[in-house]
């Protein structure tokens, strides 16, 4: 979502990823701690489920019945689990 300058060490820089590599600040949030910040300074939504639902505009019907959203995002931006 925002750039993060990445260095993966033996590889080009065609290979850096442009997302962000850090962990979710939680469990059930959208970014990690940094781009937590930056998202509420921009009133973006940072509960990965909110986010996903009413920012994205991921239907809510496509939850699946074990709540497993991480794989609900997946299929939804990249079309693949």
Do not use: W
């Amino acid at each position: 979502m925002y750039p993060v300058r990445t260095e993966v060490v033996g590889l080009p820089a065609v290979n850096f990823p442009d997302v962000c590599p850090k962990e979710p600040k939680t469990r059930v949030s959208a970014f990690c701690d940094d781009h937590c910040k930056v998202a509420e300074k921009n009133k973006i939504p940072i509960d990965l489920r909110e986010f996903l639902h009413n920012y994205c505009g991921v239907p809510k019907e496509h939850d699946s019945d074990e709540g497993n959203i991480h794989f609900l995002s997946r299929l939804y931006f990249y079309g693949q689990p």
